[in-house]
């Protein structure tokens, strides 16, 4: 399948790639389908909308920057989701011109079914994780700033 982005101009996707979110995401509900665009050799990835070729989100895996990062999915998302065994996680990063002020959001994951290819950025209630983590300040050992 051909989209257009504003980003990378015309890409050709897969089935495979393409992820229905019922409820869209939160400030962007109109936009229900995305394609999840891998970045290769590193833990990025964008989420690119099928609807509007000006949305795309940049996600990182969190696990990457933060590994104990954790949380219990409730268990009505998970029934949403179709979930069973399968699930990615992803979390949106925001950043800044100075690069070492980006951050990620890890209150609110982006869960991914691949086995139904649906997802859903979930809000974490009770939790101590907040919307603006430092991304090059975390606890990683294996991801450098410098990419190596």
Aim: net charge negative.
């Amino acid at each position: 399948m051909i989209i257009e982005t504003l980003t990378w101009g015309t890409l050709d996707i897969t089935e495979e790639q393409i992820y229905h979110f019922p409820k869209g995401v939160p400030g962007f509900e109109e936009d229900i389908d995305f394609a999840l665009i891998t970045v290769e050799d590193g833990p990025f990835c964008y989420l690119q909308s099928l609807q509007n070729k000006s949305i795309s989100f940049l996600l990182s895996d969190p696990f990457v920057f933060y590994p104990t990062y954790e949380f219990e999915l409730p268990q009505a998302d998970k029934e949403e989701l179709g979930i069973i065994d399968d699930v990615n996680i992803r979390c949106m990063v925001t950043i800044k011109e100075e690069l070492e002020h980006s951050t990620v959001n890890l209150l609110a994951p982006i869960v991914l079914n691949p086995n139904t290819r649906s997802g859903k950025q979930v809000v974490l209630h009770n939790s101590n994780y907040q919307t603006r983590h430092s991304l090059w300040n975390a606890p990683h050992d294996h991801f450098e700033k410098g990419g190596e």
